[in-house]
C-alpha cells in the first residue's frame, strides 16, 4: 500500500537505575560487540587514533587485527562477563555504534542513555533512531572514518558532552523501555488494528 500503517512497539528493557555517569570527565571512546566486518569496528580505531583519543573496544572477533593495525593504542578488552561491561561503558566518553549494516536496536544503546552516555551512531545503523543529533549524541556517515573524527573532535568540548550527558541521562529516563511500556504499547497497538477497515473483496 501507498501508506502502510505503521505502529511503534518498543522493546522492552530491563536496566536498573543508577546515578548519571559524567562522561565528560571520561576519554575513552567506547565500542561493544562482536568485532565483525558488518559493524565496522575498525572505523572508530582508525578515527580514534587521528584525533589522538583513547579507544576502548568491548568484546572480540575476526576484526580485532585490523583495530590493532589502525590504533596500536586501543584497547581490546576481548569477551567480559555482562556485568563488567556496564562499569566500562560508564567510563566512556560516548558510545560508538559504526555498524555499516542497518540493524535493529542494539541493547547497548539503551545500556548507555541510562547512563548518561552519549552515543555516537552510523546514518545507516538503526540505531540512529535512539539519537538526538547534538542533544544527545552524534550521527556520522555510514562507514566514513573521516567524518566519525570530526564527531569525536566535536566531543572534545567538555561543555558540550555534560550537556548531552544529561539530556541523555533525563530523557531516557523520563520514559524508558519497560516492560510496562511494551505492553501498553503493544495493547494500543492492537486496538489500532482492531479499529482498522477490514480488506474489501
Not at 84 to 103: G, I, Q
Not at 134 to 152: I, M, P, Q, S, Y
Amino acid at each position: 500500500p501507498a501508506t502502510p500503517p505503521v505502529i511503534h512497539v518498543r522493546t522492552p528493557v530491563e536496566i536498573e537505575r543508577r546515578e548519571r555517569s559524567p562522561a565528560e570527565q571520561n576519554r575513552a571512546f567506547t565500542f561493544v560487540g562482536r568485532l565483525t566486518v558488518e559493524k565496522c569496528p575498525e572505523l572508530l580505531a582508525e578515527a580514534a587514533h587521528s584525533v589522538g583519543a583513547p579507544s576502548v573496544f568491548v568484546g572480540d572477533g575476526t576484526q580485532r587485527e585490523a583495530i590493532e593495525r589502525a590504533n596500536p593504542e586501543a584497547t581490546i578488552t576481548g569477551w567480559i562477563a555482562s556485568e563488567e561491561v556496564a562499569p566500562l561503558t560508564a567510563r566512556a566518553r560516548a558510545l560508538c555504534v559504526t555498524s555499516k549494516w542497518s540493524e535493529a536496536a542494539p541493547m547497548v544503546v539503551f545500556d548507555a542513555l541510562a547512563l548518561g552516555i552519549p552515543i555516537v551512531v552510523s546514518d545507516a545503523c538503526a540505531a540512529q533512531e535512539f539519537v538526538e543529533d547534538g542533544v544527545t549524541g552524534l550521527l556520522f556517515r555510514n562507514n566514513d572514518a573521516a567524518h566519525l573524527a570530526e564527531c569525536l573532535r566535536r566531543l572534545e568540548d567538555d561543555t558540550l558532552v555534560q550537556a548531552m550527558s544529561e539530556a541523555a541521562y533525563e530523557r531516557f529516563w523520563a520514559n524508558p523501555p519497560t516492560l510496562v511500556a511494551h505492553v501498553e504499547d503493544l495493547t494500543a497497538a492492537y486496538d489500532r488494528i482492531l479499529d482498522l477497515p477490514g480488506p474489501t473483496r
